[in-house]
């Protein structure tokens, strides 16, 4: 929600000190991510907790770390390269950050329920597979129609690398939810 709402307030208001703070809040929760994803890890080994399924964890909450990292890596290149951005694209920048921040949500609660429900792994994985299917198409056409304009290239190829780098939050999201599927199986046998 952060992510989303520092994109909206960067398209509406540039780098201002709005932006700034969701920014640093972006990062305090990647930062906090990490110690958490510390701990937890410390935790499985110094407690010998869950030693059937301890790899196969530590591996989700990487791979879980991996789409925070992302958030923060995008919010930090809004920040430092300032791209200009005309209005006629904010609305579908806007949906494709919209896309992706559901596709991670979805990948969240696909993962909380390896541990409470598997079935309800299946039905939120489908969901990513679908959103992640929509963020491909929205940053397509986005793409097609940044390059079709009157922009200068410079300007084209920048908002071609955000968009891209937007929709790579989806496609982690979707990477993630591959293998929490084959640990789901196996833990289901």
Do not use: W
């Not at 509406?12 to 930062?31: A, M």
């Amino acid at each position: 929600m952060t992510f989303k709402k520092a994109v909206r307030v960067f398209l509406d208001e540039g780098r201002s000190e709005n932006y700034k703070k969701l920014s640093k809040q972006v990062k305090q929760i990647e930062h906090d991510a990490d110690n958490l994803r510390r701990e937890i890890e410390n935790s499985l080994y110094t407690q010998n907790l869950i030693p059937d399924l301890r790899a196969d964890v530590l591996h989700l909450v990487e791979n879980l770390d991996k789409v925070i990292n992302k958030f923060d890596e995008v919010t930090y290149m809004f920040y430092i390269e300032k791209p200009e951005i005309a209005s006629n694209y904010h609305i579908r920048i806007n949906e494709l950050c919209d896309l992706s921040a559901e596709c991670a949500e979805n990948m969240a609660k696909a993962s909380r329920a390896f541990f409470r429900d598997l079935s309800s792994v299946r039905d939120y994985s489908q969901k990513v597979y679908f959103i992640e299917h929509e963020s491909d198409v929205s940053a397509d056409n986005l793409r097609k129609a940044v390059f079709d304009s009157e922009l200068p290239l410079a300007n084209k190829l920048q908002l071609s690398n955000f968009i891209n780098e937007i929709a790579d939050i989806a496609d982690i999201a979707e990477d993630f939810i591959d293998e929490l599927l084959i640990f789901t199986i196996k833990r289901d046998i």
